[in-house]
Each structure stands twice: as C-alpha cells, then as structure tokens.
C-alpha cells in the first residue's frame, strides 16, 4: 500500500461538494447505513460507464443493503451530463475536474494500470465497446486515472478501501453485499416488510 493511500479501519475523509445536477452531497453521518465512495476516470471512458450500468443493475440490492452510492468522475458537469448521465443513474454523480477529492482520497494514475487493462482486461474491454456501445469520447484530466472504492460507515470509518490495479479494476460488488446492515436498520427493515 503506498503511503497517500487510506487504510481500513481509518476515517474517510469529509468533503463538502454537490452533484452534476446542483444537489448537496450529504455527509456520512446523515445516512443510517453505509456509503460506497467510488473513484472513477472521465464520463466518457467505457469501462466506467459499464461499471455505472452494473450499479445500476444492483441498485435495488444496495438500497436493500443499506448502501448509498456516490460515484465521483474526473470530468466537468457538461461532460458528465452528455455521456454517463444519459444512463439516468438512481445516484449521484460527482464532478471533480479539479481533482481535489482524488487528492483527498489518494486515489493515483499508471500507465502500467492503463496497459494492464488492455493486455489482461481484454474480456471487460470487449463488454463494454462493443457489447454495451460505450464509445470513449472527450477525455479529461488523465487517461491513466486508476479507479478506486471507498465503503464508509455512518460514522466516516472506512470499513472496505480498494486501490484498483488497472482502469477497469473495481472491488467487487459481491464483496460489498456481504457488509451486513447495522441491527437498527436491520429490525427497521424487517419491521416495515411486516
């Protein structure tokens, strides 16, 4: 683990920032369960927008899981807006053309990540041009961006931290169901299916 990076059992980082569409983010502390942070490239990359579609996909499981979802980009609003925002996705997505919360974050580049995904990652490449269609587009900021996650309890404790090891590489989505929510959220839920 390099050493701008964040370890398990640290506290996350708190920011204050708003969406792509001018929303408030809301800090850990003012949701019940828990928050999975994730760092990605430029709105337009495809494997970017294929992992948005599998959130997507999961989304009524995460809801269900107590997990919130933020998704942060590198690129600006307008950007965003035009490529991954046409997937409508059920959560927010960041813009951060400035880098702060990658800063924060510790989240890196490295062209031994880029090329690792276009050696090793062929499959996933595959899936996402031209399976799903996801064309790469303008790209802002660094190409070589690595993706990172972040699954955060209410009270900003980093419960799960995944450095990805090329462009396409995110923790995962199996291993954040297994989070169990929180008794109080639990009982809440099984009292409201009653």
Not at 62 to 78: D, H, K, N, T
Request: net charge positive; charged share 20%.
């Amino acid at each position: 683990m390099k050493e701008t990076q964040l370890k398990p059992s640290g506290r996350a980082p708190t920011f204050e920032t708003h969406d792509w569409q001018g929303n408030p983010i809301e800090p850990f502390c003012s949701h019940p369960g828990m928050t999975l942070l994730s760092f990605f490239r430029y709105a337009s990359c495809p494997l970017c927008n294929l992992r948005i579609r599998e959130l997507i996909t999961k989304h009524q499981q995460f809801l269900e899981s107590g997990i919130r979802i933020l998704a942060v980009f590198q690129s600006p609003l307008e950007r965003i807006a035009h490529y991954v925002g046409t997937q409508s996705p059920p959560f927010p997505l960041i813009p951060d053309p400035d880098l702060k919360l990658y800063r924060l974050y510790g989240v890196e580049s490295s062209w031994r990540g880029f090329a690792r995904a276009w050696t090793l990652g062929i499959p996933q490449v595959y899936r996402a041009v031209v399976t799903n269609g996801f064309l790469p587009g303008t790209m802002e900021n660094e190409i070589h961006r690595l993706p990172a996650d972040f699954l955060i309890d209410r009270n900003g404790r980093l419960i799960e931290v995944y450095y990805g090891r090329d462009i396409g590489d995110h923790i995962p989505l199996e291993h954040l169901f297994s989070h169990s929510l929180n008794p109080t959220l639990k009982m809440e839920r099984i009292s409201n299916r009653t």
